[in-house]
């Protein structure tokens, strides 16, 4: 049985319902957000406004919600001061700066700079949150296994959980990946990144719907 601190055990307890079960408000996305709320010219919606945002659909859904995912540079802090997320709602803080390195093909996430799971915990988050960009015969694959076992040891060190999202990506420029390919991709993912400190996987559906819009199929 795989034993936890009570700094983790107490975020689950944070992030869950009574019944152990989680719905997870999301709402960390930075440019992507940007793009969703001004497709002509994302580069105008600033930082204001999209704080905005997200503080009025916290307000609005999180008491639908045990946790509320945020960013630490437009909405995490100014929920908490703001009084938008409430007290009995759990909070999940991302740690990763927006976008990859390296090549479409090869992609290495970093953290946000000036960020990290030490600045997390005093604002009595839950949980933190890191998504990798990731793929197992990608040339950056062992770069990202290190990094995801650099911040789960960052994360036991400073008592508190973490989420983990991988997003895969096709090793063919311009590519999407094929169901056969993405079953592939999301098991063995789970499979080498869920290592100890890994209390949450944020996992992808494993095949391309597109392809296979029929649920029986699904099995």
């Not at 770069?143 to 008592?159: I, L, N, Y």
């Amino acid at each position: 049985m795989k034993t936890i601190s009570v700094g983790e055990l107490r975020g689950l307890q944070q992030f869950t319902s009574a019944h152990g079960t989680f719905t997870c408000l999301a709402l960390d996305h930075r440019q992507n957000l940007r793009r969703a709320l001004f497709p002509q010219d994302p580069g105008r919606v600033t930082d204001a406004e999209l704080s905005c945002f997200k503080l009025d659909v916290t307000s609005s859904l999180s008491r639908f919600a045990t946790t509320v995912l945020l960013d630490p540079e437009v909405s995490a802090a100014q929920a908490i001061a703001s009084g938008k997320l409430p007290s009995g709602v759990g909070l999940v803080v991302a740690l990763e700066s927006t976008g990859y390195d390296g090549a479409p093909t090869a992609r290495q996430s970093h953290l946000l700079s000036g960020w990290s799971v030490e600045k997390v915990k005093p604002m009595g988050a839950s949980m933190a949150k890191l998504l990798v960009y990731y793929h197992p015969k990608a040339p950056t694959a062992s770069a990202t296994e290190d990094f995801v076992g650099q911040m789960s040891e960052e994360c036991s060190r400073f008592d508190i959980g973490l989420m983990l999202e991988p997003l895969s990506y096709s090793l063919e420029e311009g590519a999407s990946l094929s169901s056969a390919e993405k079953r592939f991709v999301v098991s063995e993912t789970a499979r080498r990144l869920v290592i100890p400190g890994v209390e949450v996987l944020k996992v992808e559906f494993p095949l391309d719907v597109r392809g296979a819009e029929n649920e029986k199929a699904w099995a």
